[in-house]
């Protein structure tokens, strides 16, 4: 979103993530034993500068929704830090107790895929989009009746839905609601998980033009998190791909996309089907299936599906190393290759 | 007839207390021989209630209430049918004879479309016998083959599975060997690749070419997703609330779109080979719901260019010819073909 081009790299950092772990253990048996565990999220380093979007994208069960979680604490991580520098101080979200993060929370929103889900049916819109602001101590009706209309046009909906129940309104309008309660408390940060993945691609991309409105006027930072590459390519300044619960590689949008560095994503752009019949032949099918992080191969995690393997990628595992400026890559022969990126 | 089937304003109706819901409203498209169909369009336009009713597998609260399916075959004896399955007693011999044999299908969710409580093998084994004079051994033994066909690893194992054992790019090629076990003339996809990730989808859409290929069978794609469409179709039918608004070559679709919906549907999709734009051109307001009745064309109130007292009352605009074999349902292109024909 912003100025593509220079971005917001002269924007101060807003949030800090080290060292992020999220194992979760596998049981059996009657006794529900531990057996194992499930590394879903395994080591997973980024910052965010304030107004910017990261995406995360990777394929089902890499790891995005649980690493946006427990961004949030809305799941309690294995290990790592959260560093959220607001208002001239830094907060590790991960040392707070119970208290004072449900009072940081304003700070740091989310907004989840699934329109129909997300809300209760049972409270009006009025209730749903001032609920954060009633949970933070707001009561004076003449306030939260002002900052609701606020909410409503900022999101797009007409003030007389605010007395209506979610069940009568559209995907697109569900999701504008979730928009406008994440908004309520004007946080610095919000973490949307497939924000658009519901939605037909009519409605996509009104909501999608509402998120980069939003995040303009309020100067709002986004962690991304989405499968759809070509949706990613047209909100997020830069991005992380992840493979089996680790980053493999992160890069400004427009450079991950001209020319990835990590074979996994160089396959992964090569596999969209481009909606052009004109470009129609020679994309990358890689063998195997989705990785299972409870299940992962020795040395690199990508190497039993990798077209470029080669014997030390069996045993060593690389580690997610910068190359260049603004980019990092986790692959044993990354500076060697030379991989194929989308020519527009 | 030359095609092997062709759909004439077919409608198919669900009667309820709160009224009709016309799903399917004026459906009209061919299929050649061994060609392959996309079928695009948004949730709820009538995609699946269509191929359902070519299938002949429609639910109880719904009719066919108009139209013709005409679908050409050779029959048992080799000798070549045209039959009207608009027609046709869903449960008589004639429908039993081509479905799952003649015209077979693959669904979005091969978990719900599978059985849970038999192996992959069984299911197979009824599939082929239903069709084809073979012992259960000898079904078996194709079921194995239609296994590796469709790439599963080691399938004189994996045919004992059970589909909830079996990942979701494997279910869907399991699916794919029983839908193809009895080499049907067309195969019917219904969003074969919308629950799998990108890598497994684009093994998949190989998958279902290659066999198309070997198998000189046509496909029709159903599909919400245009870039599953460019790299498969190579007839396209767009549609919207119930009816085929566009019908054309792939290539015309994408580069020569005429139905103003087609036009808007392709730039408000975020393209992955697009360079980035500050923001994307989106279609306004959303698909009305079922029950509402829109007079006129039906996208007129979402229409960048529509015209008052043309657009928005009468009957909605008939699917006609503007260019060999590219066909529009838009007042304004129809009129504009006419002025300079
Ligand atoms: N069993 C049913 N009972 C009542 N209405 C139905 C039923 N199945 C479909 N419909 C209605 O018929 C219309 C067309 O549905 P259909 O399933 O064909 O849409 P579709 O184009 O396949 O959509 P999607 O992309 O979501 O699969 C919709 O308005 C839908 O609500
Ligand atoms: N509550 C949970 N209990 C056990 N395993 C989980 C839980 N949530 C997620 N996982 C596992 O963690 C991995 C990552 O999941 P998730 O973060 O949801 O992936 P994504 O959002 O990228 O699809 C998957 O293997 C998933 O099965
Ligand atoms: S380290 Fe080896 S296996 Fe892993 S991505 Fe690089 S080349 Fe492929
Ligand atoms: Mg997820
Ligand atoms: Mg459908």
Redesign the interface.
Known sequence: MLN?TTGQAEAPILVEVKGLKKYFPIRSGLLRRQIAVRKAVDDVNFSIRQGEVLGLVG??GCGKTTTGLCVLRGLEPTGGSVTMHVDGNAVDLMQLNRERLRTFRRHAQMIFQDPFASLNPRMTVFDTVTEPLRAHGVTDRDTLQARALELMELVGLAPHYLRRYPHAF?G??RQRIGIARALALNPKLIVADEPVSAL???????I??LL?DLQEQLNIAFLFIS?????V???CNRIAVMYAGKIVEEAP??EL?AAPKHPYTE??????????????EN?????G??PDPAHLPGGCPFHPRCLYVEERCKHETPALTPIGPNRRVACLRAEELSLRG??? | MENILEVKGLKTHFRFDEGIVRAVDGVDFRIRPQGTLGIVG??GCGKSITAMSIMRLLPRSAKIVDGQMLFRYPDSRNIEQIVDLAQVDEDGRTMLEIRGNRIAMIFQEPMTALSPVHTIGEQLVEAIRLHQDLSKREARNLGIEMLRKVGIPRAEQRIDDYSFQL?G??RQRAMIAIALCNRPLLLIADEPTTAL???????I??LIRELQEEYAMAVMIIT????????M?DEVAVMYRGRVVEFAD??SI??APKHPYTK???R?????????????????G??PEPFAVVPGCPFHP?CDVAVAGLCNSGEPPALLPVRNGHAVACVLETEESRRYA
Request: no cysteine.
């Open positions: 593509h394929e089902s559209s697109g309008q037909d691609v009519s409605v996509q991309a009104q999608i033009n980069k499968h759809d590459l070509g949706v390519k047209h909100t949008t427009d996309y396959a992964l752009l090569s596999s969209v089907p481009r909606p052009d019949p004109r470009h129609r994309e990358i099918i890689l063998s299936e989705v989308m020519s527009t | 948004e949730s990942s790019g494997l990730d990108v890598t497994i989808q684009a093994q859409l190989r919400h997703n245009l870039g599953v469409i460019a790299r179709a792939v290539d994408f580069h808007a549907l392709l408000s999709i975020p393209k992955v080979d697009a360079p980035r734009t500050a923001r994307l051109l989106s279609i306004r959303t698909v979402r």
